[in-house]
């Protein structure tokens, strides 16, 4: 073996024996740089005579050539074996099952709000929407709530800049609906010719500092308003025990009103019902207030009290859901809880 063959198979051992591409661009260096072999060889011609150097230099280009040559197989092989590599590393495997989307759904309290609204418009109750911010006037003086009523406290209501609160109570939605409806029939009333009738409900989000198992600071109520010439207390139970019938699914109820006091109506009541079967059996549970409206508040609907008459109800969603699908504890829905609240998708 020549010099020129030592070098040859020198080159190929080292390029083979560089595992990447900078490693082999250094071997290279070592060859074809400007201080590299082949380099050093053609510097070496420069002694020879005119006819050593045709031979010799034509034998040190085709040396050259070779080791090119060989650097360029290795560069190739180098990269082919980086994207087997990195193919091997991305592998896809089409085989695997896809991944799936979290499926969303409505939440139970809103499902039973649904369920509200479709069985009181089969009534002929409208659905009427209000500010969860309420000015003092709406959520207590036109209800006939006096100063120093409890409810006004610090300790039940959630208070705002400038005076506002948090309503306490989908109420003052009665409140607002009736001086629109008023508003919208003016000329008639003016005339003295009968006033549509108003058959509303409100549901809503509600606040008051409230917790335990049955209370939730933000919780939800469903007010229900109906004003004419001669709605009366029986109307109101007729209208509820129609309701919690389709409601529940089920004639297997029973309905209390129990008397209380709202200033806001009279006489008033609270709505208790207990099933009379069924794992809740013989339980009672409160779900909502309800009354014939005092006369002041029908004043401040502007209305003649003497002329107009009718009941109000306020009812909870959230108790309802309760009952619906046996929860014990209400504050459930509002943890945010996913394990909780996906079961009740539909
Ligand atoms: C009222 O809020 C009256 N505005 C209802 C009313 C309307 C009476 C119209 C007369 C005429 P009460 O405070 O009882 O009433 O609340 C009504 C219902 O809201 C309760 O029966 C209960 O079902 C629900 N509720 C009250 N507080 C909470 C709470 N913190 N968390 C969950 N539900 C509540």
Same mark, same amino acid.
């Given at each position: ?70 650097? &360029? ?6 990269? *082919?074996?980086?994207?087997? $590599?990195? +193919? =091997? /590393?991305?592998?896809? !495997? ?126 939800? &109520? ?6 004419? *010439?001669?709605?009366?207390? $029986?109307? +109101? =139970? /007729?209208?509820?025990? !129609? ?104």
């Amino acid at each position: 073996m020549n010099d020129l063959d030592t070098l040859v198979s020198d080159a190929e051992r080292e390029f083979a024996a560089a595992p990447t591409p900078a490693e082999l661009e250094n071997a290279k260096a070592r060859y074809l740089g400007k201080a590299g072999r082949v380099t050093e060889l053609l510097k070496g011609l420069a002694a020879l005579t005119p006819e050593d150097k045709k031979t010799r230099g034509a034998a040190i280009n085709q040396t050259k050539q070779r080791v090119e040559a060989l650097l &360029q197989a290795r560069r190739e092989a180098l990269a *082919e074996a980086e994207l087997q $590599a990195q +193919l =091997k /590393a991305e592998a896809l !495997d089409v085989t695997l099952p896809g991944r799936r989307r979290g499926e969303g759904g409505l939440h139970p309290v809103s499902l039973s709000i649904e369920r509200i609204e479709a069985i009181f418009g089969s009534m002929g109750f409208a659905v009427a929407d209000g500010p969860e911010i309420e000015t003092d006037w709406f959520n207590f003086t036109a209800l006939n709530t006096p100063e120093d009523h409890p409810a006004r406290s610090m300790h039940d209501t959630f208070y705002v800049e400038g005076g506002n609160v948090l309503r306490t109570h989908t109420s003052p939605m009665q409140v607002r609906h009736a001086v629109q409806h008023v508003r919208d029939h003016a000329d008639k009333i003016a005339r003295g010719e009968r006033m549509p009738e108003i058959r509303v409900i409100a549901p809503g989000r509600t606040y008051r500092v409230d917790s335990d198992a049955t209370h939730s600071p933000m919780f939800h &109520q469903c007010e229900g308003l109906w004003i004419g *010439e001669s709605v009366s207390f $029986a109307d +109101l =139970k /007729a209208v509820l025990a !129609d309701f919690f019938a389709t409601f529940f699914e089920t004639t297997d109820l029973q309905l209390r009103f129990r008397p209380s006091f709202f200033p806001f109506t009279e006489p008033s009541a609270e709505v208790d019902i207990a099933f009379a079967s069924g794992p809740l059996k013989g339980r009672w549970l409160e779900v909502g207030g309800c009354g014939q409206v005092h006369p002041n508040v029908v004043r401040n609907f502007g209305l003649d009290a003497e002329h107009y008459i009718g009941f109000a109800f306020g009812l909870g969603p959230d108790r309802l859901t309760m009952l619906r699908y046996g929860v014990n504890d209400l504050r459930l829905f509002f943890d945010g809880d996913l394990r909780f609240l996906s079961q009740f998708r539909v």
